[in-house]
């Protein structure tokens, strides 16, 4: 070719490779979430191994039998063991789906009922209370009349996810927890029949797992699912640029029609994305109280779409008005906490989390966020711990070791050998909490004054 035409065509296809990263970083941060809830779905909805423990088909309900302990949490990243969990996936393209909520006596529960963009909203009993419900999921394209007795949940997106946690008293208590957790169940609104539970209406289906992230399949996932959802009425400048480079939803996309220019650009935008999303987990929050963070934005994140994907890559959470998780992952040095090492928090009687249903504190693993085995098979402390013992004047010590404290076992959160961090939870958390008046006590090394 003449030197003129190849400078053009080098020019074309650097415009190519750029706008490809530039615009493909931006989606590949947005899409975040949306990619990862549908890998999540297909795996959870699906048969992809022999022994899963989250699993049951579309607009239907899986349920833990039992306490969440280190061999047996499944695809859930830095899991409670106050609660059993239930939950499943539920498809709002076409019609409402209905959810049976059973009367649980005053008992705690919640359903986190969260969208692919991973907002969330509760019901439960600090927002709807424990008597027998029906609520109505509503999709965003669905325009029609429920019956009175029914209460509508808003959601987003042609999709949802549920995840229900049911408040156990302890070993003894499982049982009645259970029965309460199989009593919530689904159905089409279609189908639906007051007091009637409706047959599983798909058989079971077995596939392989699907892991699209980091991969450039991830832009695949996206575009199906803005041909289906073309985002908020006020992305539609975003959907554009999206569209640009065959992603948005007027676009199909096909990774082997993929010119060498656009490949390479969605391939580095890969590489940048996941580096931000992964400087954002470790950037500083701008709540610490004596070191422990408070991440009060879960689930709230509109347009901050580099927050809502390092949010998602940690795992999903309650809104914080439902659950504060209070973290903690370094010592007073900045150094990240160590089993080989000995910790004393002392909660002066202002300090213990101001709770409305119950609090708990527990330790995971730095690596894996898991839960850690340990000989007491202890793997949270809080107020309905058996045998936690305050002093006389109402404050909390808990010592936080690998190995049994001299002071006995009844104020003792094993951990292992290895780094790990620390999460109190604070279920229905108190007004103090969100004003910054409540402060939690200072972690300390054991011996340091």
Not at 334 to 349: A, W
Request: hydrophobic share 40%; glycine share 8%; charged share 20%.
């Amino acid at each position: 070719l003449p030197a003129g035409a190849q400078a053009l065509q080098a020019n074309e296809a650097l415009l190519r490779e750029q706008m490809a990263f530039h615009i493909g970083t931006l989606a590949y941060l947005y899409g975040y979430p949306i990619v990862d809830m549908a890998r999540l779905m297909h795996n959870e909805t699906h048969r992809v191994e022999a022994m899963q423990r989250m699993y049951a088909p579309v607009n239907d309900f899986y349920s833990f039998d039992s306490l969440v302990t280190p061999e047996n949490a499944g695809n859930l990243r830095a899991p409670n063991n106050d609660t059993l969990y239930y939950g499943g996936w539920f498809d709002l393209s076409r019609e409402p789906v209905v959810v049976h909520a059973p009367d649980t006596h005053g008992r705690y529960y919640t359903l986190a009922i969260t969208d692919f963009y991973s907002e969330v909203s509760h019901v439960g009993r600090r927002t709807t209370g424990t008597q027998e419900k029906y609520f109505a999921l509503v999709g965003p394209n669905w325009h029609g009349q429920l019956p009175p007795y029914m209460q509508a949940v808003p959601v987003l997106t042609p999709q949802a996810w549920i995840l229900g946690r049911m408040l156990v008293q302890g070993a003894a208590d499982v049982g009645a927890a259970r029965d309460l957790v199989r009593d919530f169940w689904a159905s089409p609104l279609s189908a639906f029949v007051p007091g009637q539970r409706p047959q599983r209406q798909s058989q079971e289906a077995s596939a392989k797992p699907i892991d699209p992230i980091g991969k450039l399949e991830f832009f695949g996932f996206l575009n199906a699912f803005l041909r289906l959802h073309p985002g908020e009425p006020s992305e539609a400048a975003l959907m554009g640029l999206f569209d640009q480079i065959q992603i948005g939803p007027q676009s199909q996309w096909k990774e082997s029609a993929l010119d060498a220019p656009t490949r390479q650009g969605l391939e580095r935008a890969i590489v940048t994305a996941e580096a931000l999303i992964k400087a954002s987990t470790q950037s500083s929050l701008r709540d610490v109280r004596n070191g422990w963070v408070f991440p009060t934005q879960l689930g709230r994140f509109g347009q901050d779409y580099v927050l809502r994907a390092s949010v998602a890559k940690g795992g999903y959470a309650n809104a914080p008005e439902e659950t504060m998780y209070m973290a903690k992952m370094f010592d007073a040095s900045g150094q990240f906490l160590q089993g080989s090492k000995q910790y004393h928090l002392h909660l002066r009687p202002e300090e213990i989390p101001p709770a409305g249903a119950f609090w708990s504190l527990i330790a995971y693993d730095l690596e894996t966020a898991n839960l850690i085995p340990n000989p007491l098979q202890r793997y949270s402390l809080g107020d309905r711990t058996p045998g936690l013992s305050k002093n006389a004047d109402g404050s909390l010590d808990i010592w936080i070791q690998h190995s049994q404290p001299p002071e006995g076992s009844n104020n003792w959160l094993p951990v292992g050998s290895k780094p790990f961090y620390l999460v109190i939870r604070i279920y229905e958390p108190a007004p103090s909490v969100f004003t910054g008046t409540y402060v939690p006590g200072a972690l300390l090394e054991r011996g340091t004054p």
